[in-house]
């Protein structure tokens, strides 16, 4: 199947007009290719296009992240320009210095944080949580059983179901 589907996209491409220019490898071996804008055989306007022809034929080969972030976004067209082999590797190394760094401010944290909680830090407080804030009686006394006062301060009492006996015996 695979020469015959070479044949076809040769074939394909002859009828089409369509122009591979490549433009760049990259570290892994994939190989990037840009197809300008063209008119095809029945005269519709085909957009450009930028492809990636990944070293590893197979899909189950291929790994997110075989495809390195500036040819990324050179193919998603957030960048103009292709990247070049000397702004990649730079890049990545820059990427494995924030790592080891990222690595070492982890560690002394971690580090710290022990010597402050057990030296510096008291226990922590409970804290008693009576009522809810929506309550009209919150952070006051619950109210009782029983009414309190008379007059223009009265305060119904809490209603409490009898000893489990029925209302009307």
Do not use: C
Request: aromatic share 10%.
């Amino acid at each position: 199947m695979g020469w015959s589907q070479d044949l076809f996209r040769a074939l394909w491409r002859s009828l089409s007009r369509e122009v591979k220019e490549h433009v760049g490898t990259d570290q892994f071996g994939n190989k990037y290719y840009y197809i300008p804008q063209y008119k095809n055989w029945r005269g519709q306007t085909i957009r450009e296009k930028r492809i990636v022809e990944a070293a590893n034929k197979k899909e189950v080969d291929y790994e997110a992240g075989d495809i390195p972030t500036e040819w990324e976004a050179w193919i998603r067209r957030t960048r103009k320009t292709p990247p070049t082999m000397e702004e990649i590797l730079k890049n990545e190394k820059h990427r494995e210095e924030i790592k080891i760094k990222s690595q070492d401010f982890y560690e002394k944290e971690k580090l710290l944080s022990k010597e402050t909680s057990e030296e510096l830090l008291p226990p922590p407080v409970q804290t008693q949580i009576k009522g809810h804030a929506s309550a009209p009686y919150f952070g006051k006394e619950e109210p009782s059983v029983a009414p309190s006062s008379t007059g223009k301060t009265f305060q119904p009492g809490s209603w409490m179901p009898r000893d489990g006996k029925s209302h009307n015996q």
